[in-house]
């Protein structure tokens, strides 16, 4: 009974804590300099990393996440994409950029995986630093610190153009678009995933619903997301833009990861303590937004879409 006791309270007081740290002290979007502050200090606090691995998107789950390790499920995750975007059928050797790269889970398993050459920009230079240790010599795999919004990159230099949930961070969704299409050459292979608002035609919004998109903006440094059928607009409107774009929602087979990655917490508790009592803290403060995400993607406040489309 006492035990039982301690562990409720223990629960309880973290819980408290959780959602104190989550009010106070919200990484809200204010530039892209917010963006870079907030993965540079996600990068080197490394909760990120030692819990969940090289990559900083959701998982895809063929099966019930109690049979999967969310880890795997981030792998299965980039080969589903690159398989159902069609960049596996570009040859070896084939230029690809990764827009957003993180610390460069994906971009190394293009180059590893499928020969490609792989540059990878994201706005952290913390990200980039760490990327490159992460990186096996000789493998065709470079970082760069640059905005996506305004890449120093020449028109239809690339076979490829990867980018990973880097969409929410970016305010103007059609420059994102034209600039990724635009360094694309023609016929090469554009791939999206990002989370995306239901679409403004599918229904009102409740107050409810209102306060929740809010925190999942501003506790994550997002300044909005596009529905899934304003993001396919925004790449169809764009002059680089070389035909069809295909879209699906993959919000089923993701899903899990939202509460795996919390699980994550307790499969891999050394992780956790490892960090000490501020990436204890620091762990427990994502939680709230964590259980918001995916109350939002159960209720479909929010969506996970899929874009394919040629340059
Ligand atoms: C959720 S993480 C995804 C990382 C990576 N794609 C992955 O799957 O592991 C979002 C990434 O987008 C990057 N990002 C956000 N805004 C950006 C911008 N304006 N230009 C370039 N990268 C940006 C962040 O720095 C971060 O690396």
């Known amino acids: 009974m006492t035990v039982f006791f301690w562990i409720l309270s223990l629960i309880s007081f973290s819980l408290f804590l959780s959602v104190c740290f ?34 900083v998107h959701l998982g895809y789950y063929k099966q019930s996440f109690l049979k999967c390790d969310f880890r ?41 995986d499928y020969g490609f050459d792989v540059l990878g920009i994201t706005v952290s230079s913390a990200q980039v630093r760490r990327a490159k240790e992460l990186t096996p010599q000789g ?16 028109n239809g230099s690339f076979d490829g153009v990867w980018s ?38 599918d229904g009102e919004t409740s107050l409810l619903e209102k306060w929740v998109m809010r925190q999942l903006l501003d506790q994550w440094a ?39 990655s919390v699980f994550e917490g307790f499969r891999r508790p050394k992780a956790i303590f490892s960090l000490g009592l501020k990436g204890f803290v620091s762990g427990i403060r994502e939680i709230p937004t964590i259980l918001l995400m995916r109350w939002a993607f159960s209720s479909g406040l929010m969506e996970f879409g899929v874009f394919r489309t040629r340059g």
Not at 24 to 35: P, Q
Not at 74 to 100: M, N, Y
Not at 140 to 151: G, H, I, K, W, Y
């Open 22 to 55: 989550w009010l106070s002290k919200a990484r809200r979007y204010t530039s892209t300099k917010s963006v870079a502050t907030a993965y540079d200090s996600w990068t080197n606090e490394r909760l990120l990393e030692k819990l969940w691995g090289e990559h």
């Open 72 to 112: 795997k499920a981030k792998i299965d995750f980039v080969h589903e994409l690159i398989r159902w975007s069609g960049l596996d059928q570009l040859p070896k050797g084939s230029r690809i950029l990764d827009v957003g790269c993180g610390i460069g889970g994906s971009a190394r398993i293009l180059a590893q």
């Open 139 to 154: 493998l065709s795999c470079r970082f760069e610190v640059m905005n996506a919004l305004d890449l120093k990159l020449e």
């Open 164 to 201: 990973v949930e880097a969409g929410p961070h970016i305010p103007d969704k059609q420059q994102y678009a034209d600039e990724m299409l635009r360094v694309l050459r023609p016929g090469g292979v554009l791939a999206v995933a990002d989370w995306n608002a239901r679409d403004p035609l």
């Open 222 to 260: 997002h300044p909005e997301f596009s529905s899934i059928n304003e993001f396919r607009n925004h790449l169809l409107n764009s002059r680089f833009c070389g035909g069809e774009v295909q879209i699906e929602d993959w919000t089923k087979f993701t899903i899990p990861s939202w509460l795996d």
